[in-house]
């Protein structure tokens, strides 16, 4: 009964990953087209205009990281978790529940977003928000079981639980309530910092070691230091963004502002021991990864040195660094994290799994784009800024579109079984 009941909950929640990483993509290419409206619009609040350019960064940043990242990330937690933790706490009525709320969140914010009518807009964002946040806020109950479970049998399952238990859900309130209080000043700077380098830093963190670490089995660090290098780097990024609504109070200087941004960053570079993942990645003895995490966990880097580059044009929407972290680290770390679940549901061979190269270097030159506007490169005149905006929205598109052939390929027209257990199990339930 007992090996039964195992099987089971092995089985329970597997392939809802995927119903999740559509949303995800579907939701991507809406995004886009609402972001290249607010190019082209002569609205009061589109990028032509000087007005309320915090308060539309602050929904499109909402709507990756509470919308469609949140999918991929939600998708991988329900397929996951029930593996590493042997306990059925999810189940189909979230999973559903989660996707539906999910979409219409999205769905009303971007409607808001095409009815060029401002005040339509931040009410449909603030009803969008709270239905991003509902979705979320379901899924902490049965993640905390999946925690309390894991600490009661002295399961080791790295303790990821507490992420979308309780770190996930307090982040989209404190999110949520910047927005509703965005009249006070510094507000919405805390939450988009709050919003990007808390919520968005520490989950790409988390996925970047739960990679090395447990599916590779590299000992990038320690278990028993994983939660201490996690905790220093929400201390410093709960730090930035005390230090950005102070920054926007005219409490502290633009140097403090930058300095406690890169502060995070490069802490996130460092404590993932990138002398060590490089000497497994690159020579004669590399090993197989995935190469998108590889190169998240290097864009920590970039991003940090892009916060304290000198003279280094923030740009007229927002914090380029912002901007570069969520396209480059956040993106990469989340996708890359799905494929190779779904890879790992097809049992495929970790030696012969495509690099996916074309998706690195096409999210490079949406990086790319980033530099020349903060190094004021005006290679098209005054048309520069929006030539650059198109580089970066085509890569994403491009990147979201490469993807999507990458899982439809696989779902319907390889000759690869899809199994309800992934392979290597035995490294996510050791």
Known sequence: MGENRGKEILTKMSGNYISHFMSSGLMVLLFLLAVSW????????????DNYQLEIAYILTSLISLGWMMSMIVGISFDL??????????NQTHSTHYLFINIIGQVLIIAGIFSNNLQLLFEMSTIGMVLLCWGIISIAWPS????????????????????????????????????????????????????????????????????????LSWD??????????????????????????????????????????????????????????????????????????????????????????????????TNITYVGFMFSCAVLSTWGSGIYLHQD???????????????????????????????????????????????????????????????IRDLFFSMDTWHRVPMSLDRYIS
């Not at 990645?281 to 998240?296: F, M, N, V, W």
Request: hydrophobic fraction near 50%; aromatic fraction near 14%; include cysteine.
């Open 38 to 49: 607010l190019s082209y619009s002569t609205s009061d609040y589109s990028f032509r205009q």
């Open 81 to 90: 978790f029930p593996l590493t933790h042997n306990l059925d706490s999810y």
């Open 144 to 215: 905390w079981k999946l925690h309390r479970n894991s600490v009661n049998n002295n399961i080791n399952c790295g303790n990821v639980a507490l992420i979308p238990s309780v770190l996930i859900p307090a982040s989209c309130l404190v999110i949520l309530s910047c927005w509703i209080f965005r009249q006070t000043t510094g507000m919405l700077e805390f939450g988009l910092a709050f919003n990007v380098i808390v919520m968005m830093g520490t989950i790409s963190l988390t996925l970047i070691l739960a990679h090395f670490n447990r599916r």
């Open 220 to 317: 990038v660090v320690k278990f028993s230091y994983f939660r201490p290098v996690v905790a220093i780097y929400l201390g410093l990024a709960i730090l930035h963004s005390f230090a950005s609504m102070w920054y926007a109070r005219g409490d502290v200087s633009q140097t403090i502002f930058e300095y406690t941004l890169a502060a995070p960053l490069l802490w996130g570079f460092i404590s993932t021991r990138p002398l060590k993942t490089i000497k497994n990645a690159i020579g004669s003895i590399q090993k197989p990864h995935s190469r998108l995490i590889g190169t998240a966990q290097w864009f920590f880097l970039v991003t940090g040195i892009m916060a304290i580059i000198p003279d280094f044009f923030p740009g007229i929407f």
């Open 345 to 407: 549901h097809l049992h495929k061979s970790i030696h012969n799994r495509p690099g996916l190269w074309s998706i690195i270097i096409i999210n490079a030159i949406g990086i790319m784009s980033l530099f020349l506007i903060g190094f004021k490169v005006t290679i098209f005149g005054d048309s520069s800024d929006l030539v650059y905006f198109f580089m970066r929205s085509l890569s994403l598109g491009a990147m979201i579109i490469c993807i999507f052939i990458l899982l």
